[in-house]
């Protein structure tokens, strides 16, 4: 073997390695970007996405390790060339799939897990395999040339983790905001099929040119056909969408139907905000909220602050209520701020500011005082643990003015009120009063409840009486559909905590009871739709 020939393979053996390794992670971080449309932003997918890409590692460390005792590099060419066909392939095969899940999930979609996660061992599959064969073909061909082995093999080693090391941060911080998921995709596979056309070419002659040629399809292929919108259709069949994009946090939907609008994040089925012209009602969840002066002994609200403000349906309700009120609403994605002034007409409401940030942060930071502090931040099916326990809550009232008080927005099922309880129970260590109001959920499987922390020991006959008596029209018919519904918190159950807030394991628990259809003991009253 001449030199030249010898720094040939050099060259393809190290640079394999380090491709590898670059597309292993790149292709990982791209998935979920491209699954959180549609499945959330899930533990249990992250879990599903990392759990099976090192599956397919292994198994592809396994079967390069038996090719190795050939100690030939011909091949890593044509297996770094096809894994970059199917790295490329990846946002057409899913797209049918995802779709069918979609409308299968928002007729039942308890079943999301079991979709996501046979979704995800699909799609990776044969690229992650692949890739998981070229660093045992690499020691292989190294070792049969009388390297040491145990050197060799912390070379790639070292190697492949710092492809690694850059596949976890150019996707994240260049390539995805710049290109878009589907592109992102498409320059990952491109780019490995282009390096196996070259390298196979400088290795095999003319018997490496197919693997060129077949970077022409790609790059003949529409522009068209890497963008348009991602999900061009509403989960319910009624609405039509409107506008769309991607965030660092969320796949951003609005939805219009009927002169309506609607809040879709992410996979879509809770509605986050709705907003129609001279609204007073909104006919959901977010009416509860302005029952605040019927437990607050009939006095009206005058700050507000909201974390989770989503398009901001509650500072509309409160200000078509009370005027008068000033709110600060504190929203995590400044994309979902922006799509809230353009279509939800955010700049209609007087007298607010809407901050993006952390809820948590901004309490901590600021020494502004409220009369009711809102709490609706919701990464469906989760919400943040930081915003649920008692050390949260604390906090919140510590920013709370005389007989200010605390409501949360918190899901459960028909049968399973455990979120809901834990969320009474930890606030109860909180505050001296809890009440829960149940929103009646007509039939549907998943609703929402609504838990108020009271500094003030205000009996519930009082707050009954509020809710009759109070000037405001807006009350008044709330508290018709809610009176029937309100009850104290139960004893406390899970005592949530900065050091152990078990929220994903209650939700999933929720999810599993809801498939067996098993009832919990401290069941509640329910509500209509699909948790928020």
Known sequence: MNRT?????????????????????AVELSLSRLLRPWFGDMLFLWAAIIGFVLLYLALGNFLGGRLAQRGELTGVPVILGVAGLAIYGIPWITHPLLAAAQRSMHAYHLTLPLVALLVTFLLLALPLTLLGMISPLVIGYWTRRGRDGGDIAGRVLALSTLGSLVGSFLPVFWMLPLWGTRRTFALLGAGALLWGGITGVALLGRRGLPLLLLLLPLLLSPPSALSGPIKPFDPTGRGRV???????????QVVEWKGERWL?????????????????????????FLLAPAFRGGRLPRRLLVIGLAGGTIPTLYAHAFPAVETVGVELDPAVIDVAYRFFHLGDIPHLRAVAGDGRVYARQTDARFDVIVLDAYRPPYIPFHLTTVEFFRLLRERLRPHGIVMVNAARTARDTRLVHA???TMRRVFPRVYIVDEPLNGALWGNSVVVGLQDAVARK???????????????????RAKDHLRPAPPPTLILT???????????????????????????????????
């Open 242 to 252: 409107v506008y769309e994009t991607e965030s660092q946090y969320n796949y951003i």
């Open 5 to 25: 020939t010898e720094r040939v393979e050099a060259w393809v053996a190290w640079s394999a390695v380090a491709w590898a390794g670059f597309l292993a992670l």
């Open 264 to 288: 879709r994040l992410n996979e879509g089925e809770g509605i986050h905000s709705v907003w129609r012209p001279h609204m007073t009602l909104s006919d959901g969840i977010w009416d509860y």
């Open 498 to 532: 900065d050091d152990r807030a078990p929220i994903e394991q209650i939700v999933h628990g929720i999810i599993w009871s809801s498939l067996v259809g098993r009832e919990d003991p401290l069941r509640g009253p329910g509500k209509r739709g699909p948790a928020r």
């Open 462 to 480: 009082d707050i009954l009486r509020e809710m009759d008596r109070c000037a405001v029209p807006q009350v008044r018919l709330v508290g018709q």
């Open 423 to 425: 969320l009474s129970s």
